[in-house]
């Protein structure tokens, strides 16, 4: 752990999943059975995802900054029966649990024994065996991605009857194409309830490398573990490099970064004066690629693909791209349309047949998550916009209709619309126009007023970080909110609507 500095062995690690897949069986979960993570990144995060590795279990890595209501949706959706937790979010947990019935057992990290259904995590698996369980089979993770209606989707992956030791295909493609292997030394600045960091530091785990995890991200901070460690390998977002780019002159020359191999990024497309700054700096060793939690297709492209094509998220190497238009027939070489793909890996959304099928082509073969984008003659693929409004914030995923329809519920407000603008740190942050109730004065005041109230029942990431005021929203005949047209005022000229 970065901050503290305390180390896991990989002995120790083994015996601490080990005694945790126990707890598991003798809590009666078996193969396909959920539980859940809702915690900060801490010395017993990885041991959980372990656990459920070896005892054939789905495991949601939950976000941490979710306020309680969203925290117990997730719970009751993707049916955990336990949810291992931490002593700072426990206030929150307490909350949720009154509307999870089906949450039999919550272990808390450096917590203590309260009673038969919350116990302190450690006295839990103390005296459970610290070999393999009798039955190991392999598990996985089964994230959540909000959806455009503001509810969250699991996201269910068909899981063989096997062994632990086996490796899903796309790991194992990542796996050879980012060069892992066991001398190495990852750094993961990221939460770990995110795919990308979980699964690159689960690789990293596979492997049997070093993996060093940041609690949070600090820019300098980040900077003098790459030279102490010696790291070669680590995965980041565009925002990470911006941060670390402001930092003064003598503090990003005061570290020897030259260990580094391998600097991926993903989540969020990386502005091109960024990605430039970069590569100065660092070399031609910042690697991109795009794809989705759902796992729909992958591209990705070297830095040197990167120079000869700016901009661009990269090639295709799994799954089989196609841009197509509202009809959807192909679109010609450089028009955006819709990103499809004949799956990579297949997927459903767990429990929900209807956004399952929403997601797919009506044959079935192709899949989506609404990004708007183009091919070039080369075959690289560019992203310029979003069908579902969705907003990357820092390299989390934002969609708006759930503070819309929050804002909708105030007195006050007449009508909302949230999306996205630009944002130099943060590459976008969330914006709220409203259209106020009839005698109501819009003001700062109130501007401040409808923040408050929204932090007040959503994750701060969901949160307007400011209001503006309009007479009337533009609504189209059928009564739905033409965003467009109040989003594209905060764009101007610019070429994309992705920063």
């Not at 497309?269 to 100065?280: F, I």
């Not at 006050?412 to 740190?425: L, M, R």
């Not at 701060?460 to 929203?473: G, I, N, T, Y």
Request: proline share 5%; charged share 25%; hydrophobic share 40%.
């Amino acid at each position: 752990m970065a901050g503290s500095g305390k180390v896991v062995t990989y002995r120790e690690f083994e015996a601490r999943a080990n005694r945790l897949a126990h707890l598991f069986r003798h809590e009666g979960l078996q193969r396909l059975d959920h539980v859940s993570i809702f915690m900060e990144n801490n010395e017993r995060y990885l041991e959980v995802c372990g656990a459920g590795e070896r005892a054939g279990l789905y495991y949601t890595c939950i976000n941490s900054y979710l306020t309680a209501d969203e925290l117990a949706f997730i719970l009751n959706d993707s049916q955990s029966r336990i949810l291992v937790t931490s002593i700072s979010r426990l206030p929150v947990v307490r909350e949720a649990l009154t509307q999870c019935p089906g949450v039999t057992l919550t272990l808390v990290v450096d917590g203590a024994d309260e009673s038969d259904a919350l116990r302190d995590y450690a006295r839990a698996v103390a005296d459970f065996s610290a070999e393999p369980i009798a039955n190991e089979k392999l598990g996985c993770a089964m994230l959540y991605s909000s959806g455009t209606t503001g509810r969250p989707k699991g996201i269910l992956r068909p899981l063989a009857d096997t062994l632990p030791t086996t490796w899903l295909p796309l790991y194992q493609f990542v796996n050879g194409l980012w060069k892992y292997r066991e001398d190495m030394v990852y750094l993961s600045p990221a939460p770990l309830y995110h795919s990308a960091p979980q699964a690159a530091v689960g690789l990293a785990i596979r492997n049997g490398a070093t993996a060093i995890i940041m609690e949070r991200f600090e820019p300098e901070q980040y900077l003098d573990l790459v030279q102490r460690y010696r790291v070669t390998h680590s995965q980041l977002v565009p925002t990470m490099f911006s941060r670390m780019l402001k930092l003064p002159e003598a503090a990003r020359t005061r570290y020897d970064v030259s260990s580094l191999e391998f600097a991926v990024h993903a989540a969020a497309p990386c502005p091109e004066q960024v990605k430039h700054a970069m590569l100065e700096w660092w070399g031609p060793i910042i690697h991109e690629y795009y794809g989705a939690t759902e796992g729909l297709g992958f591209t990705a492209c070297t830095p040197e693909e990167w120079l000869a094509h700016p901009g661009t998220v990269g090639r295709v190497l799994l799954g089989e791209l196609h841009i197509l238009d509202e009809e959807g027939k192909e679109c010609p070489t450089g028009t955006a349309g819709t990103v499809w793909f004949k799956t990579a890996t297949p997927f459903e959304y767990y429990n929900d047949e209807a956004k399952t099928r929403e997601a797919r082509s009506a044959d079935g073969s192709m899949s989506t998550v609404g990004d708007v984008g183009y091919v070039d003659a080369d075959g690289f693929l560019y992203l310029t916009d979003r069908k579902t409004y969705m907003i990357i914030s820092g390299g989390v995923n934002i969609y708006p209709q759930e503070c819309e329809n929050l804002l909708i519920t105030h007195p006050k407000v007449a009508d909302a619309a949230v999306f996205g603008v630009p944002n130099e740190d943060l590459g976008e942050e969330v914006k709220a126009v409203v259209q106020v109730m009839p005698g109501i004065t819009a003001n700062q005041a109130l501007a401040e007023e409808l923040i408050a109230f929204c932090h007040a029942h959503l994750a701060r990431q969901k949160c307007p970080r400011s209001v503006d005021f309009e007479a009337e929203l533009p609504r189209l005949p059928t009564g739905k909110l033409y965003k467009r047209v109040l989003r594209d005022r905060y764009w101007g000229d610019r070429k994309t609507r992705i920063v």
